[in-house]
Each structure stands twice: as C-alpha cells, then as structure tokens.
C-alpha cells in the first residue's frame, strides 16, 4: 500500500454512517445488506462516490442534531462519534482524489432534518435512531456496491473498511433502539449502559 492509500485506509472506517440517505433517494427502497443492486454496483464510479458524498454528509448533518439534542446520554455518543467519523470519511475522500461541492440538503433529507429539529425527548430520539438505522443499512449498500465495482482502489479501501463498520454500528443502533423504546414503554426507568463503539 503506497503513501496516497494509507490514509485514505484508516479514514475509510469513518465514512461509514454518512452515506446512508443518499441511496434511499437514488433507489427508492433500501436494498439487502451486502447484495448491491445490479443497477448500483453498474454505476459509474464517480456517481458512486458522489452519493456516498452526499449520504454522508446528510448522516454528518442529522448526527449533530442528535450530539446537540439528544438526552440519553448514550444515544448523545453514538451521535457525537458518528460527527467525527463523518469528518473524517469526507477528508479521507478529499485524499482520494474527489473534491465535491457541498452538498444539497432539499427535498426528502431537508424534511427529515426538519422533523428531527421539530421533535423533543424520546421521540426525537426514536426518529433520530430510526434515521441512523436506515441511513447505515443504505450505507451497507452503497459500500458493497463500491466494493464489486470498477472504481478506483482507494474507494474500495474506504468501502471495504467501512463495510464492516456500519455492520458493528447497526448492533449498536439496534441496542439503542430497544433502550429507547423500553425506556418510553415502560415509565420512564433510566436505560442500562451501553458500551460505546468499538475503536
């Protein structure tokens, strides 16, 4: 592995969660955890790396709101890490060579963030972690896809580390998601810890 790759490597695990909505809006529905569509996997490389861009930086928009509203303070990491893993995706993108404009936030993802803005307590953290797991099942997507593609060999390093981190952060989400709900269902009882992430 040569200078140009190595950091394009080890930022590669953090461009994970970002990526997810973009496929949702590009395919319609999500599709199965590690079968990239046909469709998806025949894109041109650069179209790829140009939605993985834009889901992560949509991820990257939505875990802020969750690092600044989220109260279960475990939820408050998940989101906190996921800002930094998605700063680091889109630097580790920048070394490979794509220097995207920023990107557009309209349409479905402007309306999600404005429902994740609107929500409070554990509703918002029931959305918040709802639009993770989603997000991060688009991701595993769009990294396989990457993975049986024709592009370039610093995008498959990003998606072939990152591919096994959204699977480690989908257990988490999952985790989360049972604390939320059991939390609300059951009178407002504190959520067990959580380990964070693994590093």
């Known amino acids: 592995m040569n200078r ?15 990526l997810a909505p973009g496929l949702a809006q590009a395919q319609g529905n999500s599709p199965s955890a590690n079968v990239p569509p046909e469709n998806l996997a025949a894109a041109p490389p650069e179209r790829l790396a140009r939605m993985l861009f834009e889901a992560g930086s949509f991820s990257h928009a939505t875990a802020r709101i969750g690092g600044e509203k989220a109260t279960n303070p475990e939820v408050k990491r998940f989101a906190q890490f996921e800002v930094q893993e998605q700063e680091g995706v889109a630097q580790a993108m920048k070394l490979a060579g794509h220097d995207f404009p920023m990107a557009s936030l309209g349409n479905e993802r402007g309306k999600m963030i404005e429902a994740l803005n609107a929500a409070s307590g554990a509703e ?3 959305m918040f972690l709802e639009v993770q797991e989603r997000g991060h099942q688009e991701l595993l997507s769009l990294t396989s896809a990457i993975m049986e593609g024709r592009g370039p060999v610093p995008d498959k390093i990003m998606a072939t580390l990152s591919n096994n981190s959204i699977k480690e952060h989908l257990i988490l ?12 269902q059951g009178g407002g009882n504190p959520p067990s810890a959580v380990p964070p992430p693994a590093r």
Do not use: M
């Not at 140009?4 to 970002?18: E, K």
């Not at 989400?173 to 609300?184: A, K």
């Open 4 to 18: 140009r790759t190595i950091p394009l490597a080890l930022a590669g695990a953090a461009l994970l969660p970002v």
């Open 124 to 126: 918002f953290e029931r």
């Open 173 to 184: 989400i999952g985790t989360l998601r049972g604390q939320t709900v059991q939390t609300t």
